[in-house]
């Protein structure tokens, strides 16, 4: 984090534009929210840009309403920082590149290949790049309980509430000096998970009822067609979590859910217990991730994806 700590320390750099991924999730907001405030108290102008609408599960963090949702070409930055993601492409349609800007910085916990930052801090034991700008913060000796707040979520949802393979003694260290510093753990549980639009429920009935394994009950898919949908475009907040349900299944290794963001194209998410499903992601799907986490998107038509995906993830397990 030197090299950050330096660039933020340059009295040359004062506007900063804050990106992460489309399809917002907890660590995505988490972190650019607390970064934002980090940058707001060491005196800067902040920018914070998501082309998506940011689910609502979040809006009690500080910061909620500052998103930008589109930028203008008359938009000037010194300074990029591009958190939880290692794909330019997917940072939204908006960004111009590296060279609109003096300095980019890249912060993440992918193990995806493409790095396009100056400054590019990757930490693949990181449970979340929450837990990585924790040490950020400590370090300049800038946090309080907004920033606290923001952070702890990142590491909560990445980690899925502490259960996730990627949840190490650092997570829980960070995780105890997040409380010391104001995030309170069961407000913070209210807020995100018991805090749901009924709609979501309605739509999980629905996906969940699309439910099948393969022969060897290894592998698990669930769909949802856009004729099931009232929200497409909301499709990506409200299904959030959804591929963790075939997981949880006994005896299956990978769960996958498909779902059509326009006619005939679909999004994908993968979870594991054993296998690598980032590097089927990238082989199949187009996509990337972490070994038990990891996303694509395909292009086709539903009935006949349904076998070949099934027949890619059979194919594809690997027995540890
Ligand atoms: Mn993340």
Known sequence: MDGVIKVFKNLEYNNYLIVSHISPDGDNVGSTLALRKI??????????????????MFSFLDGYDSYRHELNDSDSFDVAVVLDNSEERRIGPHWRGVSAFSCTIQIDHHTSVPRFGDVVVIDEEASAVGEMLYFLAEKLNIIDKDIAEALYVSILTDTGSFRFSNTTPKTFYVASKLIEAGATPWKINVEIYENMPEEKIYLLQKVLSTLQLNNEKNVALMTLPLSMQTDPSNGSNLTEGFVNYGRSIKGVDISCFLREVEKDFFSVSLRSKDSDVSKIAREFFNGGGHIHAAGGRIAGNLNELIPYVLGILTNNIQNC
């Open 39 to 56: 940058l707001l108290k060491m005196g800067k102008n902040v920018t914070i840009y998501n082309p998506d609408p940011i689910p609502e």
